[in-house]
């Protein structure tokens, strides 16, 4: 079952949103031979799904213009819409149509193009897999096979961390040319961008696992998706963060790495005060401090306590550290930074590897376990939460270890969690807890 049958769907529309707006894959070396090149219907061009080894409707569902699975292929087109003119005229950017800046992420990239490309098709086929001229001829033999691909130039995201990689690099970012969303830009009106490895994957899945892909490829492990995800996210975050390039906005930090609704509340004048802050146990800043944004190093750290106890330990000191680094200096932030980045990278490769059907119920109750909630003080940490339980839920669905209508039983538990953050302006951090534990407690039922 995919997660589109059971996640609400207005939590669904917001998500569209920051894929049209914000997803594209890095450039590479070889020749893009754009969407036209793949899709003839004896590739996947077919109006049906009736291939012999693969759908062969791959293009209809990337090109669907109702559903998040076409988002990817509206990415270009938004930035000739109202928003992509607006944040352009802001930036003094020219048109968004050809602003690099832009084209990073809203559009295949690269130095060589074939014949077919078009920069109208946005985030194409090659964005993901990797520019074509290597591959695309023998991709389609009888004789050929998924290693074969990926010596020819396919990428290979049957690897996780590959996987995350590619999606990182606009989803949160990277140090190529138009792939970072700087502070700068969010003030001009683009979304922050978000990032959940195994729903991004749900969103665009346009195969198949049934014996035919098996016999090629591994199944979806939906947990190592997940957690893979986070150890890689945090590890991008900080990796970029330690660049002085990408690390400070003239006398200021890239306020983009820190937590926007810590900050961005509501002012007041009054005689007496409201404070909405609340003192994070994960984090020993100063009060007042910016935090930096640690939602998916809270998750991590919940999962290195699950699924890698010899390495969680490790983890959580490095990552108190930085965040207690931040009330030192940028010197000391940085040395922190480069500490948690390898516990992170350590983190990933520990936990790359198959899981049980019944982990996802473990993880579930790690998140919503008091020490663990206690640190979903900030709106941002309790999106992430909510759709990692979502998240696993789908997998135990997927599973075979809890039923589409036990799932749907539960559903309101689920949607309840969604709408205590449905809007950051009245988030109230006891209120999103106590809708969280319930979820999971739900969820634990039907174990």
């Known amino acids: 079952m995919r997660l589109g049958e059971v996640r609400s769907a207005g939590v669904w529309a917001a998500l569209a949103l920051l894929l049209a707006l914000a997803f594209a894959g890095p450039g590479a070396a070889g020749t893009f031979e754009g969407v036209a090149s793949c ?81 109208s098709d946005g985030v194409g086929c090659e964005s993901c897999h990797g520019a074509a001229s290597g591959w695309l001829a023998s991709h389609y033999a009888l004789a050929g096979s998924h290693a074969a691909n990926v010596r020819n130039g396919m990428t290979d995201l049957v690897d996780a961390r590959r996987r995350a990689s590619v999606c990182l690099d606009c989803h949160f970012g990277s140090a190529a040319p138009g792939q970072f969303v700087t502070h700068k830009m969010m003030a001009a009106g683009h979304p922050r961008v978000a990032f959940e490895l195994d ?25 190592r998706l997940w957690a893979v995800g986070q150890a890689e996210a945090v590890a991008r975050q900080t990796a970029l963060f330690t ?62 306590k699950t699924l890698a106890p010899e390495s969680a330990a490790g983890f959580a000191s490095a990552s108190r550290a930085f965040h207690g680094a931040m009330g030192a200096g940028r010197g000391e ?75 749907a039983g539960i559903r309101g538990n689920i949607d309840r969690a969604y709408a205590a953050v449905k809007n950051p302006n009245t988030y109230d951090p006891a209120g ?16």
């Open 39 to 119: 899709a003839g219907s004896t590739c996947h061009g077919r109006a049906e799904g009736n291939g012999a080894h693969v759908r062969q409707d791959e293009i209809l569902h990337w090109q669907d213009p109702s559903s998040q699975a076409g988002a990817h292929s509206r990415a270009y087109a938004v930035l000739g819409g109202a928003r992509g003119r607006q944040i352009a005229a802001t930036l003094g950017l020219g048109s968004a149509t050809s602003a690099p800046q832009c084209l990073g992420c809203h559009a295949t990239v690269g130095s060589a193009h074939g014949s077919q490309f078009q920069i």
């Open 243 to 304: 660049r002085p390039q990408l690390g400070s906005q003239g006398l200021f930090p890239e306020f983009y790495f820190f937590d926007c609704h810590s900050c961005h509340r509501q002012i007041t004048d009054g005689p007496a005060r409201k404070l909405t802050f609340e003192t994070n146990p994960g984090r020993p800043i100063p009060f007042a401090t910016p935090p930096f944004n640690d939602e998916n190093a809270i998750l991590l750290d919940a999962v290195a």
């Open 333 to 407: 932030a940085m040395a922190a930074a480069v500490k948690l980045n390898a516990a992170a990278n350590a983190l990933a490769g520990r936990l790359d590897h198959g899981y049980s059907p019944d982990t996802a119920f473990t993880v579930v109750a790690r998140i919503a376990e008091r020490t663990t909630a206690a640190r979903f003080t900030d709106y941002e940490g309790s999106v992430q939460a909510v759709m990692a339980v979502d998240t696993l839920l789908g997998a135990l669905v997927r599973e075979g270890r809890v039923t589409v209508g036990a799932a």
């Open 199 to 223: 729903l991004f994957s749900a969103l665009q899945q346009h195969w198949t696992e049934d014996a035919r892909y098996t016999a090629r490829k591994p199944r979806t492990d939906s947990v």
């Open 432 to 447: 999103f807890r106590a809708a969280l534990g319930e979820a999971a407690r739900a969820i634990g039922s039907l174990r």
